[in-house]
């Protein structure tokens, strides 16, 4: 990783929006799924993109990949415009959707070198960072095995080595944890820890789960209702919020009107 890189912006979104219609007809419908969202992303962190379902991450996520088109402004990694250039941007991009479909009839190994080949690796090259990422992964022991069948942390742990194939300086998460045990979380946790400060990636991780923001994100970007509400560090967002509980910190800041004990104010 070049000096140049670390703690600068590399993913920078910048008053994003973006709507969709719904129904047909007469009772077709207009829903404002992201509605202004800014905030950047440096190497060597791992930012946590924290909001309740619906807040808008995922869609803010695939405009960052590329797989939709934003109706208002924009999103740069490494200084690429996606709008302009998506393929070159998607290139230092690796993004874990939600949806990790392999495919069942292939091995672990053999799912992570297809992927590889799309990206236009050498066979050589391509099982070289299988087993580097198998050590970093801590997947040697599924490399070899049939992924029909795998259990939701064996089907994540390839799904990111797909993802990490290519080398790529970014890595972007869509709600990593669902779905997974606590051996499972702990694991993936610990290799984007790994990946962060051995590597000096630039990591971008969507949850809802307080727990794992206050654990993983050296930096915190809080969506709601489609916009970005607050952001800062775990300790900087509790001191706004004059809350010593970090639930109670983000209930507060995503959700001004709630009571204090859970319900809605008037």
């Given at each position: 990783m070049g000096a140049d890189r670390r703690q600068r912006a590399v993913i920078e979104v910048h008053d994003l929006a973006k709507r969709f219609v719904r129904g047909r007809g007469r009772g077709a419908c207009a829903v404002t799924a992201v509605d202004g969202v800014s905030w950047q992303a440096a190497d060597a962190r791992i930012t946590g993109l924290l909001g309740p379902n619906g807040a808008g991450k995922t869609t803010t996520l695939r405009l960052i990949a590329g797989l939709l088109a934003p109706e208002r402004g924009g999103v740069r990694v490494d200084g690429i415009d996606v709008a302009a250039h998506a393929a070159a941007a998607r290139?230092?991009?690796?993004?874990?959707?939600?949806?990790?479909?392999?495919?069942?009839?292939?091995?672990?190994?053999e799912n992570i070198v297809y992927y590889a080949r799309l990206h236009g690796l050498a066979d050589a090259a391509a099982h070289a960072r299988v087993e580097l990422l198998a050590a970093t992964l801590e997947m040697r022991d599924l490399l070899d095995r049939r992924t029909d069948g795998f259990s939701q942390g064996e089907r994540m742990k390839t799904a990111l080595a797909r993802a990490l194939v290519h080398d790529p300086p970014n890595i972007v998460l869509d709600e990593p944890t669902n779905g997974l045990d606590v051996l499972a979380t702990r694991a993936l946790r610990a290799a984007l820890l790994r990946l962060r400060d051995e590597a000096g990636k630039c990591i971008v991780v969507s949850t809802h789960i307080m727990q794992e923001v206050e654990r993983l994100a050296d930096?915190?970007?809080?969506?709601?209702?489609?916009?970005?509400?607050?952001?800062?560090?775990?300790?900087?967002?509790?001191?706004?919020?004059?809350?010593?509980?970090?639930?109670?910190?983000?209930?507060?800041?995503?959700?001004?009107?709630?009571?204090?004990?859970?319900?809605r104010g008037r």
């Open positions: 290139a230092r991009l690796g993004v874990l959707s939600d949806a990790r479909g392999l495919y069942p009839r292939l091995t672990a190994r930096h915190v970007v809080v969506m709601s209702q489609g916009r970005t509400v607050a952001e800062g560090t775990v300790a900087g967002l509790r001191e706004r919020a004059g809350e010593g509980d970090f639930e109670a910190a983000f209930v507060r800041l995503a959700y001004p009107g709630a009571a204090p004990g859970g319900g």
